[in-house]
C-alpha cells in the first residue's frame, strides 16, 4: 500500500522541479523559502518568487500537516474520526504581462489514519487540478492548454480528461458574476481506489498531473512574453486579476480548509494578486478583445 511517506517525498522533488523550471523560465528571480510548523502538527515549505523578468508573484507551496480536524469540517466532510493528515502542493502564478496567463495547480492527498484497520473502509482520497485563467482568451493557446491535460489523463483513464473538465468548469465559477474565472482545466477531489482504479494509478496520475505544469507553463509564457503591450491592456489585466481574488476568498475550497485548520495565513493567502482593480462597472469596447475574453468565459466549451 502506498504510504503517506512515500507520498510526501514524492511531493517535495515534484515541488523542487518545479520550481527550478520557473528560475529557469523566468531568467531572473528566485524563490525564497520559508520552512514553517503548523501549531497542532506538521508544516511545510513555502517558496515565492517576485518581480522577475515574467514572474511577478508567484508561490510553488509544499506542506504536510496533521492533527484535531475541527468539528465544523467534519460535518462538511461527513466523517466522524477527528485526525487528519494532509499533504499536497499548491501553485499560482502571476505574470507581469497581460497576454501570458495566470495559471494555478494543486495536487493533494489527504486520509483520517484512525481509520485504517477498523473493518471498514478507509477514509483517504487524492485530490487536485490545474486550470488556466488567460487576462486575454487566445484560442489557440486555450485548445494547447486543453489538449496538454487531456494527453496527461488519457495516459491513466480514458473518462478523466472529460470527468474531470466539466468538474473543473462548474469549481471555478464565480456565481455572483456569472462567469467562470477562466478556460477551466481538470479538477477532481476525493478520487478514491475501487475495482477498476487502484491507489498506485491515482498516485501516479497525481504526480503526472503535477510533471505538467512546468512544460505546459513554460510553452504558453514563451508564445506570449515578448508581445508588446499598453497601458489600456495592463488596467484590464488588474481587472481580471479582482476576479482571481474574489474567487479565491469566496469560493475556493482550499483558502477555507488551511483557515479553518489553523493553516500558515501567508502561504494560504499567497495565491492574491499583487495589484488589483476593482473599476465600478467596467464595460469593455464593443467588439474589443476584451468583450470576446468576457463571451468566452462560460462553461461547457470544447477546447479539443
Excluded at 497581460?98 to 482520497?125: A, Q, T
Excluded at 487576462?135 to 486543453?146: G, P, S, T, V
Aim: charged share 25%; proline share 5%; glycine share 8%.
Amino acid at each position: 500500500m502506498i504510504t503517506k511517506d512515500q507520498i510526501v517525498t514524492d511531493y517535495k522533488l515534484i515541488q523542487d522541479e518545479i520550481c527550478a523550471s520557473l528560475e529557469l523560465l523566468d531568467g531572473k528571480a528566485k524563490f525564497e523559502e520559508e520552512l514553517w510548523e503548523r501549531d497542532g502538527g506538521g508544516g511545510g515549505r513555502t517558496r515565492v518568487i517576485q518581480n522577475g523578468n515574467i514572474l511577478e508573484k508567484g508561490g510553488v507551496n509544499f506542506s504536510a500537516v496533521h492533527g484535531q480536524l475541527p468539528d465544523p469540517l467534519k460535518k462538511v466532510l461527513k466523517i466522524e474520526q477527528d485526525d487528519f493528515f494532509a499533504t499536497g502542493i499548491s501553485i499560482v502564478i502571476h505574470p507581469n504581462h497581460p497576454m501570458v496567463p495566470i495559471i494555478h495547480m494543486n495536487i493533494r492527498y489527504f486520509e483520517m489514519p484512525s481509520s485504517f484497520g477498523d473493518g471498514k473502509k478507509p477514509v483517504r482520497w487524492f485530490g487536485g487540478g490545474i486550470d488556466l485563467t488567460p487576462h486575454y482568451i487566445l484560442e489557440e493557446d486555450a485548445r494547447y492548454f486543453h489538449a496538454s491535460l487531456k494527453s496527461v489523463c488519457d495516459k491513466f483513464n480514458p473518462d478523466f480528461y472529460p470527468r474531470f473538465k466539466l468538474w473543473a468548469d462548474d469549481y471555478f465559477f464565480i456565481k455572483h458574476r456569472s462567469e467562470t474565472r477562466g478556460i477551466g482545466g481538470v479538477f477532481y477531489d476525493r478520487l478514491t481506489a475501487n475495482d477498476d482504479l487502484s491507489w498506485e494509478t491515482i498516485f501516479e496520475f497525481s504526480k503526472a498531473l503535477g510533471r505538467s505544469f512546468a512544460p505546459v507553463y513554460t510553452e504558453l509564457v514563451n508564445r506570449n512574453r515578448d508581445k508588446p503591450f499598453n497601458e489600456e491592456q495592463q488596467l484590464w489585466q488588474f481587472q481580471r486579476r479582482s476576479r482571481y481574488a474574489e474567487f479565491n476568498l469566496v469560493y475556493d475550497a482550499g483558502t477555507k480548509f488551511g483557515l479553518e485548520t489553523n493553516g500558515r495565513i501567508e502561504s494560504i493567502l499567497m495565491s492574491l494578486p499583487p495589484t488589483a482593480k476593482w473599476v465600478y462597472n467596467y464595460q469593455p469596447l464593443p467588439g474589443s478583445e476584451e468583450e470576446k475574453t468576457l463571451s468566452l468565459l462560460k462553461k461547457g466549451i470544447n477546447w479539443v
